[in-house]
């Protein structure tokens, strides 16, 4: 597999430090509000980037971390009355709602800075022994100076980057680029006891911490949005790799903006959405889709026509899967044919393509593609004469690939209703007795309540819409 690392600027055969392992981190959420579409991103692409490599037979240690302590999160609890661990606590509970909705699966760890804090404050510490960092009037600070490769993610001098910063009011640090890693306490906020006194972690602090306590100094894989590269990982790297002196991570993997209706979202713009406020609208499988439906290091745009045709496509997939699963109830156990044999050893064509789009730096666009090719073909040869094999055989390769893309989840539970199962036996009735203006009214309402019928030589099949 090959994987676009951030840090060379070009795409690498991706080995892993343990064989057959891989330890994997993902910047996670600032628990203070609802994700918006442009975080459900990486929550989805890192998910399936996950998900991919277990199905190539990896162990992957997925960590990924809540930021429950921040100035927004302070903001917010201030706002709404309440503490800030209340604020952490509702939006994490929140989050793992919102990331169900999108088939993300729970990480193996997901730590939290609140608590990391010992073992933050003695990080800090160890920096500050080696020259590494400062204290002034309470505050912690990285000495960008003394970290000669500082700038090496982003591929910026500390020279040009000086250049173009601010040392803000009240600020005591000794050079521009010098970022906090512990902040005193101001009035009113949560603190912990700490050699500098009460206060709390910076920002880029915790990754480092939390990715060392759980996966080790040296990581296969760190990932986030494009956003993060600076300053957040490129201040994850100094800090990290001058406390151990080792590479903190191999593989720097970022994904890239999503724009709104071609505009960079803002809520100043009011084109600012949540994943919860699109939810209300469409399916969590639908959104996940969508992110999939571009090769993640690409820019994505997002619109209702867009989401639409997501809808569209997926629900060609699902119909593909529901013809499949009717034709088994069906199917009367014919033996596989030799020219069966022929068609399932094409089908295998697919899978590779599928596979190849995969391993080229997690290509879903294609590898969605590959799936489609696939469905057309099982639509062209696989019908009511087919053998259970035929039939079985191709169910279970469509949902291996969907499944490690996080698609096709969800279970058909049409007929359950029994309103629907009676209407559906009159219309059957009115067919018998050729009242096809009965059966068509019948049909009629049943879609108006998100049932399709389809007529086969095996009886109707019933069909979901979304």
Request: hydrophobic letters at 35%.
């Amino acid at each position: 597999m090959k994987l676009y690392n951030t840090l060379t600027r070009k795409k690498e055969e991706f080995v892993s430090m343990g064989p057959g392992e891989v330890k994997m981190y993902v910047c996670g959420p600032t628990v203070y509000n609802y994700f918006h579409i442009g975080n459900a991103r990486p929550f989805t692409v890192f998910d399936t980037m996950r998900r991919y490599l277990e199905y190539r037979g990896y162990k992957v240690t997925f960590v990924q971390n809540f930021t429950d302590i921040d100035d927004k999160i302070i903001a917010k609890a201030i706002e709404e009355g309440i503490s800030p661990r209340e604020v952490s606590e509702k939006y994490i509970e929140e989050y793992f709602k919102d990331a169900m909705a999108l088939g993300v699966k729970k990480a193996d760890i997901h730590p939290k800075v609140t608590e990391n804090v010992p073992e933050i404050i003695a990080f800090i510490q160890r920096l500050i022994d080696k020259g590494f960092a400062y204290e002034v009037e309470g505050d912690v600070y990285f000495d960008t100076t003394r970290f000669d490769e500082y700038g090496k993610l982003s591929k910026q001098s500390l020279e040009d980057l000086e250049l173009g910063a601010r040392i803000e009011v009240k600020e005591v640090k000794k050079n521009p680029m010098d970022f906090a890693l512990w902040k005193a306490q101001k009035p009113g906020e949560q603190s912990w006891d700490s050699p500098w006194g009460k206060g709390r972690p910076g920002w880029h602090i915790e990754c480092s911490v939390m990715s060392m306590k759980y996966l080790g100094e040296t990581i296969d894989i760190h990932a986030g949005g494009q956003d993060l590269i600076f300053p957040h990982h490129e201040n994850e790297i100094a800090q990290s790799e001058a406390c151990t002196g080792h590479p903190f991570a191999r593989y720097w993997v970022h994904n890239g903006y999503i724009t709104i209706n071609d505009e960079k979202m803002s809520k100043s713009k009011g084109n600012f959405f949540t994943v919860r406020d699109i939810l209300k609208e469409f399916d969590g499988e639908v959104i996940r889709f969508f992110l999939l439906s571009a090769q993640y290091r690409n820019p994505i745009n997002f619109s209702r026509e867009l989401m639409e045709q997501a809808k569209n496509s997926l629900e060609r997939l699902y119909n593909a899967k529901s013809n499949l699963e009717h034709l088994l109830e069906k199917v009367e156990g014919l033996d596989i044919r030799d020219e069966e044999k022929e068609i399932l050893a094409g089908f295998e064509t697919y899978k590779l393509k599928f596979i190849e789009a995969m391993e080229d730096d997690l290509n879903t666009a294609d590898a969605i593609a590959a799936i489609f090719e696939l469905v057309k073909e099982i639509n062209s040869n696989v019908k009511g004469s087919a053998s259970r094999e035929l039939i079985q055989e191709s169910h279970e390769l469509l949902m291996e690939l969907a499944g490690v893309l996080g698609l096709l989840n969800k279970k058909d539970e049409v007929g359950v209703d029994p309103e629907i199962e009676r209407l559906i036996e009159e219309r059957q009735k009115a067919r018998k007795e050729k009242n096809f203006g009965l059966a068509d009214q019948i049909r009629d309402q049943l879609k108006e309540k998100g049932i399709a019928l389809k007529d086969t030589p095996q009886g109707v099949q019933i069909i979901k819409l979304n």
